[in-house]
């Protein structure tokens, strides 16, 4: 089983949809959660890190479930530049680095 | 602005070539780390590094070495490349402490191995 999994999707929206991803870790003791954006032929910048009680920025809202094991991302109001792919990262133990899910495409279509 | 950059965007290089590929970070960030991303499998950690003259093996270090002889320089090698190295390879810094503090990543070296 992989330590991070994410549905690679694609998925594809129209806009203003509601849309979400789920990410799901197996080692339970992970302690820190990351959303990452990735475009097309670019490299990954931090969209969001998650916290216990849930954050949210605009239109984004993270969420941390540690019962199952799972972090979400929900994007309302989608617009035609939140096409992209989303990675979740995840760090687990005493290290500092991060393993990512493979990520899951979304296209905001007109 | 954090600015990493990698010594190129493209490479050709051919089996058995050594390969050198270069990362520069201006932040001052203790840590430093190489990934490739090939589809379906995400980004995968090959070696990280918490200091000048340290490193430690990710995931995959197999086939790769690195070298850190300065803060801002950490270097990816690949010793005899093979085909099944041809992927695009990642290089991201971070300040040391905190298990929040952000990666930030450079744009990417994609090495097609002939």
């Known amino acids: 089983r992989k330590e991070v999994e994410q549905d690679p999707g694609p998925f594809n929206v129209p806009e203003g949809a509601t849309v979400a991803f789920n990410c799901t870790y197996s080692n339970s003791a992970s302690q820190s959660f990351f959303w990452y954006r990735q475009d097309c032929r670019k490299e990954p910048k931090l969209l969001m890190s998650v916290y216990s009680s849930g954050n949210e920025d605009g239109r984004f809202t993270a969420q941390l479930n540690r019962a199952s094991q799972y972090i979400s991302l929900l994007i309302r109001d989608s617009k035609l530049s939140d096409s992209a792919t989303y990675l979740c990262?995840?760090?687990?133990?005493?290290?500092?680095?991060?393993?990512f899910g493979s990520g899951t495409q979304l296209t905001v279509l007109p | 602005d954090v600015k990493v950059t990698q010594s190129s965007r493209y490479l050709v290089k051919r089996t058995g070539e050594k390969v050198f590929l270069e990362c520069v970070q201006d932040m001052d960030h203790e840590n430093m780390f190489w990934y490739r991303q090939d589809p379906g499998l995400g980004l995968r950690l090959i070696y990280f590094s918490y200091d000048v003259k340290m490193k430690e093996k990710g995931d995959i270090p197999e086939g790769y070495s690195v070298s850190r002889e300065k803060k801002e320089r950490f270097s990816l090698i690949l010793e005899s490349a093979s085909t099944n190295q041809t992927s695009m390879y990642l290089c991201?810094?971070?300040?040391?402490?905190?298990?929040?503090?952000?990666?930030?990543f450079g744009p990417g070296t994609r090495l097609t191995v002939l």
């Open positions: 990262a995840v760090i687990s133990g005493s290290a500092r680095q991060l393993t």
């Open positions: 991201a810094s971070s300040f040391f402490g905190s298990s929040y503090n952000e990666q930030f």
